[in-house]
């Protein structure tokens, strides 16, 4: 009863806060090469189901609130009118049941994609993400294949409270046979959620809450039918020399605007946006502390066995001897996520924490 209420609140949340995020800009600017418009991540995400939907009959969607409310988020907007109830799939507040059924849908080549009202409630339906679907091809020796993706808003959104705002880029790349995807941008939003989709193994695709109202500009080859990211590839959103900066989801903005305020003080610095979680592109993370000799991972999750944990360990690994500085890692703070709004902007890392942390690597600051 209570995970019901507290959707039922949750939900009623929805409008207000998209509300506030169209009406604010608190996020970091940024930069893109050859764009030719604008698209917020929500249409992004949105074209890119309708599209692979459209290309492949197998596809299919299913979730609460996908068909006739066009989902929590307006993700799946249109998409019931288009596809109809037999590919675009209402169910009960039941993550274990539908999650389930996507997942014998898979067995039998279908391609679902399974809709997690927040990344939150998949905790109902661990057991088929891990037991079910991670590790069917291996113990078939490759005879079964799960092309199914696991896709909603994962982190921290804004006055949720703890049990919807958890972070899950750990949890699930920790596990073999998953691949784990969070986008930050349209672009990354499009291309992403379409190789998902293609992928013969399953994908969880964590989004942001945050940035689905956020336009960011797109480029004409990413807007094709086409478009596709690889899986597994980072991106350097921002080239520098003295420090790297790894990020990801709306933490690559933060890390954007951090830098950009460091090159007013003289400090350069790299920003990889990491798009894959699992697989993780150690080559492109190492080769650039290679070059900058310094390091500060920055993530929303929580510090202990986190992604930026394991950055770190891969570069001390495979490239101690270029490092100048000790590494840093920015996360959010040990804790259950706060209600009150003081107490939940310190629980999450700031601009000012990035800025602070590449100083002290740069020997700017002591503090």
Known sequence: MSGIIGRIMANRRIS???????GSRVFASRTYSS???????????????DEE????????????????????????????????????ID????EAGFTGIGVGAAYHGLRP??????FNFSMQAIDHIINSAAKSNYMSAGQISVPIVFRGPNGAAAGVGAQHSQCYAAWYGACPGLKVLAPY?????????????????????????LLYG??????????DSSFSLP?????????????????????????????????????SAEVINLRSIRPLDRPAINASVRKTNRLVTVEEGFPQHGVGAEICASVVEESFEYLDAPVERISGADVPMPYAANLERLAVPQVEDIVRAVKRVCYRSSK
Not at 16 to 22: A, C, E, G, H, M
Not at 185 to 209: H, M, Q, T
């Open 113 to 118: 994609v399974i809709e997690f009202m927040t």
């Open 16 to 22: 207000d806060l998209n509300k506030f995020l169209v």
């Open 231 to 267: 899986i597994g590839k980072a991106k350097i959103e921002r080239e520098g020399k003295d420090v790297t900066i790894t990020a990801f989801s709306k933490m690559v903005g933060y890390a954007i605007k951090a830098a950009e305020l460091l090159a007013k003080e003289g400090i």
């Open 35 to 49: 764009a030719v418009k604008e698209m917020t991540v929500r249409d992004a995400l949105n074209s890119a189901l």
């Open 91 to 94: 169910t009960p507040i039941t």
């Open 185 to 209: 941008s349209s672009e990354d939003a499009r291309g992403l959620l379409k190789a998902a989709i293609r992928d013969p193994d399953p994908v969880v695709f964590l989004e942001n809450e």
């Open 214 to 223: 956020e336009s960011f500009p797109i480029s004409a080859e990413a807007l």
């Open 53 to 88: 939907m459209s290309a492949d009959p197998k596809v299919f969607v299913m979730g609460e609130e996908v068909g006739e409310y066009q989902g929590a988020y307006k993700i799946t907007k249109g998409l019931l009118a288009k596809y109809g109830p037999q590919r675009v």
